[in-house]
């Protein structure tokens, strides 16, 4: 049974609204408990981040089923956590489904 477009419109601004938190936020040590539980409502960790391979991870962000905003806000995610290889590749697979070519994602992909 698809999903309603409110209820998916209000999963995607729960979605946005944890990866801007995610953001604001600074990649020390006293922050790890509240990254982990920002994670968690992706159905992510920081333990997982760093063990998964790339192409496992992107099957798991498939799951989250972004629109494109989240998508490069989940790339920007993992470039200020440090998960540069993972940025690369949702980059990456931003451009090639989108039908048109973004400078900025580039631009950000180049700053990796």
């Known amino acids: 049974m ?5 209820y998916r419109d209000e ?6 609204q944890t990866l801007q938190q995610l953001l604001g936020l600074s990649y020390v ?13 992706l159905g992510m960790n920081l333990h997982d981040l760093s063990q998964k391979t790339t192409d496992d991870w992107l099957m798991q962000t498939e799951a989250l089923a ?4 989240n998508a490069e806000l989940l790339a920007d995610v ?13 980059y990456d697979q ?3 489904n989108s039908k048109v070519y973004s400078w ?5 992909r180049t700053n990796l």
């Open 11 to 16: 999963q995607q601004e729960k979605i946005h």
């Open 94 to 96: 931003i451009q090639n």
């Open 104 to 108: 900025s994602i580039a631009q950000k």
């Open 78 to 90: 993992m470039a200020h956590l440090s998960q540069k290889d993972k940025a690369r590749a949702l």
């Open 29 to 41: 040590p006293d922050q790890f408990e509240v990254i982990n539980r920002l994670l968690e409502n």
């Open 66 to 69: 972004l629109d494109a905003v």
């Open 2 to 6: 698809p999903l309603n477009k409110s």
